[in-house]
């Protein structure tokens, strides 16, 4: 910068440039759109890979917490996590059901999910641990997902819930 004077440099003055004329009435012409080749777009951090794990990762939690509450049917996990999970936590809730009845009809509590967090200890995996309410008690979910096919799928599970 030249001929400092001591001013902050927050501040930046811009010299005035007159506007050329206009046709027509008005004194403002409309500005014309930036022109974008095609094909191009901006891509933010969040894009691509991390953007698409962080999603099926946040689904699938979602669903295992509303599976684990009774909310929603385990066959529903099958849009995201392998067979083998599948039959687990269809196993699970099923002889959950069966158990000894209550004698008192219990208060139904929305699930919820506290927090999520994903960490990637390999270009193909993904893990992602999460802090949940279930039946109004806080409860600890782990996911591993990888990446196989050209989708992510939880392969594993793990849980503090009943």
């Not at 959950?96 to 506290?114: D, G, N």
Request: charge should be positive; glycine fraction near 4%.
């Amino acid at each position: 910068m030249r001929g400092r004077t001591g001013k902050s440099a927050a501040v930046r003055f811009v010299r005035y440039r007159p506007v050329p004329a206009t046709r027509g009435a008005l004194a403002l012409e409309p500005a014309a759109a930036p022109v974008r080749p095609p094909g191009l777009r901006l891509v933010r951090p969040e894009d691509g890979v991390e953007a698409e794990v962080r999603s099926v990762a946040d689904a699938a939690v979602r669903l295992v917490v509303d599976i684990l509450a009774g909310t929603r049917p385990a066959h529903q996990l099958s849009l995201v996590a392998v067979p083998t999970v599948c039959r687990e936590l269809l196993h699970h809730t099923t002889a959950r059901k069966h158990s000894a009845p209550t004698l008192r009809p219990t208060r139904i509590v929305p699930p919820k999910v506290l927090s999520n967090r994903l960490q990637r200890p390999a270009p193909t995996v993904a893990e992602s641990v999460a802090v949940v309410v279930v039946a109004g008690r806080v409860h600890a979910l782990a996911l591993r997902l990888e990446h196989t096919r050209g989708r992510w799928r939880c392969t594993a599970l793990e849980t503090t819930a009943p």
